[in-house]
């Protein structure tokens, strides 16, 4: 998979050379283009942010930076985008999508991470500020896909933060990211519920025992007990979970 992120903290993004993301871009899987909105500006300040019509507090991102460093990336024509070669098999080959993080957007899931570990090439920008110009998503919702993803509700100082959460959440989904596939399965909300505790040695540590049926040796009540333990905690702590589960079967 391709990702190219468009901010104005591009040191931010140093982090990705860590741990199982930067494995997976030095193996090939991942490759990553972080890209300075600055570099696209031309006066002498560099600004990317200028005051809002209709007054307001706060700075709103100038849409000709944005326009430069998308045109750059996506190419100019909408076509451009779609002549590269394609880099896994079941890849969309519907040209790359272009990530907005806005806590205005939808919210972000382990189902999307799932849709968007698919994609060939994923486009994220980071806006700061009170926002972007309104005219960026509608111009490039024009020419192909576009989506305002939300980490939850609550506010952030600008996508960032957001957009690296993304990035792991998704990367790890992708084949050969993360070394043992089964792993992946039986981690919360997969299935729609929060995941079991989990217990490693010596049985007993200050007092507190390990569960004596995770060391009874009979898969089966091990099974059985786990998954008491998910529904028990999904019931405790985010019922609204359940209700969807119910609603809707996984298949
Ligand atoms: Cl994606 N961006 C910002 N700026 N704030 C957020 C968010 C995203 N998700 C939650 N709060």
Redo the contacts with the bound molecule.
């Keep these: 998979m391709r990702i190219d992120i468009v901010t104005i903290f591009p040191e931010f993004f140093d982090v990705l050379d860590l741990s199982l993301l930067g494995k997976a871009r030095q193996s090939g899987l991942i490759e990553l283009g972080v890209h300075n909105l600055r570099d696209h500006t031309h006066d002498r300040h560099h600004s990317v942010d200028d005051t809002p019509y209709g007054g307001g507090a706060g700075m709103v991102m100038k849409p000709e930076p944005w326009g430069a460093a998308l045109d750059a990336i996506l190419g100019a024509s909408p076509e451009a985008a779609l002549t590269e070669t394609p880099a896994t098999v079941n890849a969309s080959d519907d040209g790359p999508i272009l990530i907005f ?3 205005a ?1 939808d919210q ?1 899931t382990q189902a999307m991470a799932r849709e968007l570990s698919l994609e060939r090439h994923l486009v994220f920008g980071c ?1 700061r500020y009170e926002g972007i110009d309104q005219r960026v998503v509608d111009h490039y919702s024009q020419r192909g896909r576009v989506r305002l ?11 960032e ?3 690296m959460a993304m990035i792991e959440a998704i990367g790890r989904l992708i084949p050969g990211v993360v070394g043992n596939p089964e792993s992946l399965v039986e981690e919360s909300h997969e299935d729609g519920l929060l995941e079991y505790p989990s217990y490693t040695k010596p049985s007993s540590w200050r007092g507190l025992d390990v569960p004596p049926v995770l060391l009874s040796g009979n898969h089966g009540a091990i099974s059985t007990w786990r998954h008491e333990q998910q529904i028990e905690r999904t019931e405790r702590v985010r019922p609204d979970l359940l209700l969807r589960t119910i609603q809707q079967p996984t298949t």
């Design positions: 993080p806005s806590p957007g972000f806006g993803v939300s980490l939850g509700d609550y506010v952030l100082n600008g996508g933060v957001a957009v």
